[in-house]
């Protein structure tokens, strides 16, 4: 069955792009546009900025106190659903075990109502202080749960005994159409410089620091041999513990920190990179990963289960032993080196990815799992 925009779906987004920067923020900002395209949206939001003509925005403040904070997103969303219960036939809930807030109410308001909710998982693992039997109802009850990565999807199904559909994260992604020598200028960057990149924030999961330490086990003189820059974007609460370390490295001379880029502009940096690293210590699905990929920057990447799923060694990418500078120097090595590698991982790269993940074909995905819930009204008897 085919959506229309007479079905409404409420988003539960406390953050969102651009007022928020990491990956499962980006990908909503562009998910709910064209999801609003075949049904009324409604985003519950700290954000003040939704994009697209279709969505309709609840914006509330925070609070500077963190329990308020909680108590106060639990009374919008609960009041929201309340004076939208006659226009919405499903909630959206992003899940993650590191988000502070948690929607514990759902399943009451959820029976109340008679509206059910789907749970998308976007991260693995169990937070310690996380309520079990509370956290137990809140997946008993959803009505479909989705998970962005194959090894999340495992996970969950063997901790909550549910099916878990797996739908992998995408985005639009745009193309630089820019010279790469005239981007190389525009960033302060060498025409015949070789660009090693990083994307993401700067946090301790996603192991900048590993990176900087491997580069800096290159030695100054292969990487003036061998003209490397390292080019690091984004921001986070690291920021001033990476450059200290750029610092006291020495390599300030060939570490270029950019910081926050629009992530309209990023593609720029694919474009310019002939190796990507993503050093990360737990991934779920990577957005900065794939976006590597659909422009065939040949990738190296730690070698935990979500990238692993993604990296197939030696085919599109290599993987490093997960917080070992010294194996990610050596495979750094190898790929600089070998350049018919690169290029062939490269090239596989980009072909494989074009092909087998499309935003639009993910975008029909969720529209099906959708409409499944919405029209046979499962296990409320909403309609």
Known sequence: MH???QHGILFLLPRLYPCATGGIEIFHHYFVQAIGRFYNVYVCSLCDRVPGKYINLIHYQNSSVPRFSTVLHWKTSIATIHRLKESIDLIHLPYSSKQ???EYYLPLISRLYKIPYIIRIHGGGMHPSR???LHQMLFDRATGIMAVSDPIRKEYEERHGKPIRHIPSMLPFLDSKTPVTELKVNYGLGTDDNIILFVGSIKKIKGLDILLSAFHLLGKEYIKKQR???????????????????NELGIQDCVLMLG???HEKICELYNM??????????EARPLALSEALHNGVPSIASRIPTLESIIDEEHNGLLFETGNAEDLCKKIRLMIEDSEMRHQLGKTARERYRKEYQFDQMV????????EIIVNGEALGKG
Do not use: H
Request: negative net charge.
């Open 260 to 262: 926050f880029i629009p």
């Open 100 to 102: 502070f807030v948690q």
């Open 364 to 371: 029909q995905e969720y529209r099906d799992f959708y409409d």
């Open 273 to 282: 990179a002939d190796i990507f690293v993503i050093p990360s210590l737990m």
């Open 3 to 5: 959506s229309n925009r």
């Open 228 to 246: 490397l820059k390292l080019v690091c974007a984004g921001d986070g609460d690291m920021w001033e513990k990476v450059t200290k370390q750029v």
């Open 131 to 133: 309520p079990l039997a």
